[in-house]
Nanobody, 127 residues
């Protein structure tokens, strides 16, 4: 059974870089056709896809966040990481990592297409 667990700071200061790690167990992040994503949900709003790293290492980003977002992976640890630069209070949200198989360019941005999701981690941006 695939399980995902987010880790990282719950509080970040404005203008700093948020870094979150997702540890995957029960499956390999390099398994064929596996896609691994970061999704967030600001208070009172819907889910927002931030970006994806594919089994091949190829990355895809939400155009609205692309200039501030990087997703990377450590295959030796079976982890993938989100970095969000220049955070502001508007980046306050619950951040989820998610995984799925066989996704396409039209579905990687849809949160309900992911089979697996972590429990989420609350991130607040405040000085």
């Amino acid at each position: 059974q695939v399980q995902l667990q987010e880790s990282g700071p719950g509080l970040v200061k404005p203008s700093q870089t948020l870094s979150l790690t997702c540890t995957v167990s029960g499956g390999s992040i390099t398994a064929n056709y596996a896609y691994w994503s970061w999704i967030r949900q600001p208070p009172g709003k819907g889910l927002e896809w931030m970006g994806t790293i594919a089994y091949s290492g190829t990355t895809f980003y939400n155009p609205s966040l692309k200039s501030r977002t990087s997703i990377s992976r450590d295959t030796s640890k079976n982890q993938f990481t989100l970095q969000l630069r220049s955070v502001s209070p508007e980046d306050r949200a619950v951040y989820y990592c998610a995984g799925g198989n066989g996704l396409t360019m039209s579905t990687i941005s849809k949160a309900d297409k992911y089979t697996y999701r972590g429990q989420g981690t609350q991130v607040t941006v405040s000085s």
